[in-house]
């Protein structure tokens, strides 16, 4: 099989593709003949040699992705032989787990059939970021009186935290850049800020004089803005890793990366993909590369360049 595969941590370039042996299902696993691969921040992240501080960085050299949708070829002793055949979705875990590849294997508890009507794109953007998405939105629990604000909303994160305040009834407010607003529009945003532009939080403010929610998984400098402007009692989802507290205890900031999604992630799993097949919470694969240029698919997504999901497509 063909596989991207890097041998020491840094830049993009570092990903390469090569020749592996094709795996073999143990007891209990699919083998997955991989149609999409989702990308994912946290990818690059591993990829640098950064990671994140909960999690040690995996062994070298590594296969890199956590989330495939495909058609299952083989099974392993104990598992049903009426799962060969089926197109399924899944995510492999934490860290590096082999999902940029040709054929990957998956326990089978891990693995949900693709709902009708979905494609295996949107499926793999369901089960990973659709899934966390999922948790932000259950924990933010949104009301038609709410004025949501969500930043990089022509993101794979964005445009489903915009889908799900749609169909809660809420005011939705998406930050941007560039030709990207277009994509925000498209989503369901009442108004759409472009945060590159100066005087954007006037701006802002001018638009919308009450803003009550921030979902927010960019940090830094713009959140910091943006929760500044929350009316006394209104809170901020945050989902950017982001430490920085702001000392405004009438703002309240609710962490939800960890404990609070990773207890219920099948829960979310479930409920991203209910969702995709449903129409109510379509993830938004923009931005699709070859299997081969999955370094291209990092610069694009490190740069702020990609849109939606990024996803990487196998020839199959």
Do not use: C
């Amino acid at each position: 099989m063909r596989a991207i595969r890097q041998h020491t941590f840094g830049p993009p370039d570092v990903l390469q593709i090569e020749e592996l042996p094709d795996p073999e299902p143990a007891a209990g696993q699919l083998r997955i003949a991989v149609e999409a691969a989702g990308v994912h921040r946290l990818d690059t992240s591993i990829r640098a040699g950064l990671g994140l501080s909960t999690t040690p960085l995996p062994e070298l050299p590594m296969v890199p992705g956590r989330e495939v949708a495909g058609l299952v070829d083989r099974v392993g002793d104990g598992v049903d032989d009426s799962w060969r055949g089926r197109r399924v979705v899944a995510h492999l875990g934490a860290g590096a787990s082999g999902g940029y590849a040709e054929l990957v294997l998956v326990d089978s508890a891990r693995a949900y059939e693709v709902p009708e009507g979905l494609d295996a794109r949107t499926a793999v953007a369901a089960i990973g970021t659709g899934r966390t998405a999922a948790g932000v939105l259950d924990h933010a629990r949104i009301t038609a009186d709410d004025v949501v604000v969500v930043t990089s909303a022509a993101g794979g994160m964005g445009s489903l935290l915009l889908q799900g305040a749609r169909n809660a009834g809420a005011r939705t407010v998406g930050l941007a850049g560039g030709a990207k607003l277009d994509v925000v529009r498209r989503f369901g945003a009442h108004t759409v800020i472009d945060y590159r532009t100066p005087g954007w939080a006037a701006e802002l403010r001018a638009a919308e004089p009450r803003l009550t929610l921030l979902l927010d998984g960019v940090g830094g400098e713009t959140a910091r803005t943006l929760h500044g402007m929350l009316e006394p009692g209104g809170r901020m989802v945050r989902f950017s890793g982001d430490q920085d507290g702001y000392d405004a205890p009438d703002r309240p900031i609710l962490d939800v990366l960890g404990p609070a999604i990773v207890s219920r992630l099948a829960e979310f799993e479930k409920d991203a993909l209910a969702a995709a097949a449903a129409g109510s919470r379509v993830p938004h694969v923009g931005s699709v590369f070859a299997l081969a240029d999955a370094a291209e698919a990092h610069r694009a997504l490190e740069a702020r360049a990609s849109v939606g999901k990024v996803v990487l497509v196998t020839e199959r």
